[in-house]
């Protein structure tokens, strides 16, 4: 079933797939990208995450951990199919990385532990996928493992996730006996050697011929249940669907996110991998199959086809810097490139030059002589374009939407150790920035101190490192701190505020009246605790003309930077602009937009504020002996306790924790377990601190 394409060869748009790989930490994702490239031809001799030979994580601080941290991308074929794929990292720190990639992918394969289901971050990054409406297939991975159970994680992606599992396979042995699978579409067996390798095709086992024969029934059951077409089949005698409308079926219903098509295997032992490929070169869809990309052009909206011939399109989603040069990874959504060809930035409004065009494996590349629409590939040359920048045609220009960087939740302060090295290390963090936007740097406006800030401990662990192996100065890093916010308790009614400001010529005139108050559930916000603004005129009779209306709400939009209680992001509120009165001269925009800012900040310490602080949900996974302890620490630790579960031996805890109290959580839970006990951590947003908390 291997297929070759030449690195040069160009595919039919119909025969691409880009897809992604997501999953949970440690759900296999790695193994998985591994085995495809194996089976593909791509590679020869199978990578492993704990020997640290594989192709994606090639990166030093990747093979130390044992954890994918940067997404990497790679392309192999199969069956005629250009198969790019991108293997995204699992943990919940690194969930930027999942968002800048699928922004870019037409498909993604899910992967889930057989033994553990839908874990949180499986639910974290199925839910990010479900915002960029990427369709997905789903692979239930570690059946070879004890406490294996295909029916119990179906039913966990069914409750957790919410969409129709629609299993197309039947597995062959259980456990350690797991040898295959029985493919209920066309009806047959697949069976793998103990050394993997190619699957032996067969008839059904008999002992296995009853359960596959019902299986199968339910299969066509759910389908006919979502698929018009199918039903009409299905209702007419013989009462069964045929392979080809069955599997019709499964790829509409897969291309509408209305059903997920579910596999299973194990990619360590190398069973189950070419049905997956076969999969998702049969169900998820091509550059054709998505629709055309959005953009806009002086405030006109436009859309670009996947079509070779169109005016060029592409979006960088990636930049690195190699020992050659800084490479730009970029989606060609319309159009063609060639190497030496010149293409614009329209946020920059810059044009550069594209030196190279290469096929991206990993850390390994291959020269192109063009990319057309649908490839995912780096170019090297360009100088100024980040990730989520737009690169098209000049005469052509549009400005794709770039995917949105999440905000910082953890800081700390970063300094050089020796003074003569401060210029190194502002170099290696502005470096550090652009490579990755959901790192943000600043500089303390009371204590001067460099502060990175980034998704959690261990991002800021990594990029910390990343500056040492890299060649740069030796660092001296302060504790964690958390990013606070500040919301609304009890709010204020009529505050008004003047702006009156005399100066030798015009002067500046704007009054305005303010009433602040929470956002509540009818806003879609819980209480007020997620991030969020809202701006309301109720201004009568034409007091305050519509073009000041616009400047007083960037005004308090400006007023947001920074709290009345320690400075700190507001969020939560809802501002109404109730009245106000202008000055035939001295009014503007300007003094309005000052007004609004002045005037929400005045109002605001009227206002009954309140701190908020991170919270994030862990799943605490240890023995059942060491159950109590465990428990007490999380209450220490100000946590919440809202599940607990027992599974093979073992005890799963979900509690509400402050991300504050979770620094250096790691060392203790292994104290406490003799280092049985593992956790997870997902980002749930904020919740009210206590009134002396310290501002982490």
Request: aromatic share 4%; with cysteine; hydrophobic share 40%.
């Amino acid at each position: 079933m291997r297929a070759e394409l030449h690195p040069n060869s160009v595919n039919p748009l119909a025969a691409v797939r880009n897809l992604g790989i997501l999953a949970h930490v440690d759900a296999g994702k790695t193994t998985v990208t591994e085995r495809i490239l194996f089976a593909t031809g791509t590679i020869h001799k199978r990578g492993e995450v704990h020997d640290g030979t594989t192709v994606t994580d090639f990166d030093p601080q990747e093979r130390d951990r044992g954890i994918t941290i940067f997404a990497a991308a790679v392309s192999c074929a199969w069956n005629g199919h250009r198969v790019n794929l991108i293997d995204t990292p699992g943990h919940v720190d690194f969930a930027d990385e999942v968002e800048r990639s699928l922004r870019v992918l037409d498909g993604a394969i899910a992967v889930f532990d057989a033994v553990a289901g839908v874990e949180p971050q499986s639910e974290s990054v199925w839910r990010q996928a479900d915002r960029h409406r990427v369709p997905r297939i789903a692979f239930v991975n570690k059946l070879d493992r004890a406490g294996a159970d295909l029916d119990r994680a179906v039913e966990s992606i069914r409750s957790r996730l919410h969409p129709a599992p629609l299993v197309v396979q039947l597995p062959i042995g259980t456990e350690d006996g797991f040898t295959g699978v029985v493919d209920l579409v066309r009806m047959r067996a697949l069976v793998w050697a103990d050394d993997g390798g190619t699957a032996l095709e067969g008839p059904v086992p008999q002992e296995l011929r009853e359960a596959a024969e019902r299986r199968r029934r339910t299969l066509e059951e759910a389908v006919a249940a979502l698929h018009p077409a199918a039903l009409e089949e299905f209702c007419a005698p013989p009462g069964r669907l045929s392979t080809a409308t069955l599997a019709g079926a499964l790829r509409d219903l897969t291309l509408t996110g209305e059903g997920v098509v579910v596999l299973c295997g194990s990619a360590y032992r190398n069973r189950g991998v070419e049905p997956l490929l076969d999969a998702a070169v049969a169900y998820l869809p091509s550059p054709l199959d998505v629709p055309a990309v959005r953009g806009t052009h002086q405030g006109t909206e436009q859309r670009r086809a996947a079509d070779p011939e169109g005016p060029f399109a592409a979006l960088a989603f990636k930049v690195t810097a190699t020992a050659t040069g800084r490479l730009t990874h970029v989606r060609v959504y319309s159009g063609t490139i060639e190497k030496g060809a010149t293409v614009w930035d329209p946020a920059t409004r810059r044009t550069e030059r594209v030196a190279r065009i290469l096929r991206v494996m990993a850390d390994r590349h291959q020269p192109l002589d063009r990319a057309v629409a649908g490839d995912i590939v780096a170019v090297a040359g360009l100088k100024s374009a980040r990730p989520g920048a737009t690169l098209c045609a000049p005469d052509a220009p549009l400005l794709l939407e770039p995917p949105v960087a999440a905000e910082p939740v953890v800081s700390v302060a970063v300094e050089a150790r020796r003074r003569t090295d401060t210029d190194r290390l502002a170099q290696a963090l502005a470096r550090l920035a652009e490579e990755d936007p959901s790192l943000v740097v600043r500089t303390d406006a009371e204590t001067g101190q460099t502060v990175l800030s980034g998704m959690g401990e261990l991002h800021l662990e990594v990029a910390v490192e990343k500056i040492r192996r890299d060649g740069g100065p030796e660092v001296t890093v302060g504790r964690p701190r958390v990013a606070l916010r500040e919301t609304v308790a009890r709010g204020v009614t009529g505050f008004a505020y003047r702006h009156v400001h005399q100066t030798g010529g015009a002067g500046q005139f704007a009054h305005v009246v303010l009433d602040v108050e929470p956002l509540g559930h009818e806003a879609g916000h819980e209480g007020g605790r997620e991030g969020g603004f809202e701006f309301r005129s109720a201004v009568v009779g034409g007091r305050v003309p519509q073009e000041y209306v616009r400047a007083v709400e960037a005004g308090c939009r400006d007023a947001l930077a920074e709290g009345p209680l320690g400075g700190h992001p507001v969020t939560g509120l809802r501002v109404t602009l109730t009245d106000g009165s202008t000055h035939v001269k001295d009014s503007s925009d300007t003094a309005f937009r000052t007004a609004g800012r002045l005037g929400l900040r005045e109002a605001l310490r009227a206002c009954a504020m309140t701190l908020l602080e991170p919270v994030a949900e862990v799943t605490v996974t240890v023995p059942e002996d060491a159950v109590g302890g465990v428990l007490g620490d999380l209450a220490a630790r100000r946590g919440r306790v809202t599940g607990s579960a027992a599974r093979g031996g073992e005890a799963v805890l979900t509690a509400t924790v402050p991300l504050a109290e979770l620094f250096g959580y790691a060392t203790r839970l292994r104290g406490r377990t003799q280092g049985r006990g593992t956790f997870t951590t997902r980002q749930t947003g904020h919740a009210p601190a206590p009134v002396a908390a310290p501002a982490r």
